[in-house]
DNA sequence: TGCACATATCTTGCATACCAGTTGGCACAA
DNA sequence: TTGTGCCAACTGGTATGCAAGATATGTGCA
């Protein structure tokens, strides 16, 4: 059946959230138009608002890509998310105490959290770490701040993809804990220096390699590389190249399934 | 001659942030399209994104109007602000002094306020005044920040339209002066201060009436009105209605132009 | 074998045609 | 005169067709 362009650029966004879309994935609108059984106007228009979001790029004729954040870009996108995360607890402060339904849903999601770190759904563990930000800005009252949240969630998690985060998802979780704790005690000081670590530890867990070498990434990739583990063979194949990883145009489009 | 999408809605954000474009004025695609000399494809690509930005909202076979935020928004988006631009002030604190370029280019910003100030055009003195806050945004070196906070001073200005502030243009213009005589000399506490009992004062400008009586808006609106002065008639209308406003339809185009 | 050029194919850019819901006016009836 | 219902014009929603640029392919020549 069809689908309609909100439904259509939804299900991107989470997609990227939950690293179904790696960096630079093409997102061409004739497949799409079937995968959701529309024309391609509507994907067009999905396309068109996610661009204005900062999701994705269209190169002229050339295709739809999602974006590959450059080193500054990252930087400033870790910036705005501190800039809003630690100014919302910080302004929530003064104006009293977080309201209780609130509080139950952040407790929720701190449930599913930990329940997604128990199954090994990647995919839903990425997505509900980074949707924990968006439901804390919602929470404290404020969705102008928690939808533009999103997307800046939504590009750490590219930037994340980009430069082979290494953080731990045990411990991210864990910082999620001890932030709504916090805020439930009605410390907000606390609430505020734990984002402020969270937020720091998952920026410095991106790797970054020397400028200098445009090639090391892919000197990186096509390393003799020893086998390291022929039961993790199977796993998931990260497109860390700039987008050459085509693989035929049926097949990756199944990130949004 | 023809215009491209992003023009348009370059043009359609400034006008608002012009004040030349009132909260609920329609957009329609046709007369769009005629104005600027292209399809209605690319005037509803515009509208797309700017619909995506939170300036815009469509009806569904009704038309594109500009948005009239709610009180409940009005207070997001003044929050949502203060968190920016505060944070943003205080984070740029930590990591030393303002860099001497962007400071030369905001003193340039401030003397076309007061240039602007001086003159009698009203659409440019809003426009300065809101760009300040973006330019300022782009000074301290995020322009992802800065897109974002552009979207939101137009809100605010619709904001400001909407419920009739009462702000003073010259006081604005003083408190910008003194914003960034403190960033100047390194003082950025005192920044934030100001900045935050800058953005206090036009928040407190509007004129909220009471939100039980929805008929207030109407009732006020229609009061038998004993013709004030006779030399404020051909004052800028006001549309604080709804929409009905509606000028004929070759007309209201003319704020773009 | 290697390079350059022509061409075929793929992908978006844009305009237009047609469809459907909404609105406001007009005529008619009470 | 007032209220009601119909109709026509208007406005956006969606699909499609064609144009044009970019890329990949294949061929011929050096």
Redesign the interface.
Known sequence: MSTSASEISARIVEAVMAQKLAPGSRLGEQPLAMLFDCSRTIVR?AL???????IVTVSARRGWFVIEPSQD?AR??F??R???E???IR?TGSTGKIDKAALRQLKTHLQREKAALKESDVGNRSFLLGDFHVCLAECL?????AD?LRD?TARTTLIAMLYQSTHDAVQSCEDHVQIVAALERGDHAAAEALMASHIGTVQSALRVQAPTDPLAQLRDALAPLQQKSAAARPARRKATTPSPDDTDSSTYLGALL
């Open positions: 228009e068109t608002r996610l661009a204005a979001r900062g870009e400033e996108a910036e705005a501190r800039v809003i630690l100014g919302l302004s009252g404020n969705t102008l701040l533009t800046f």
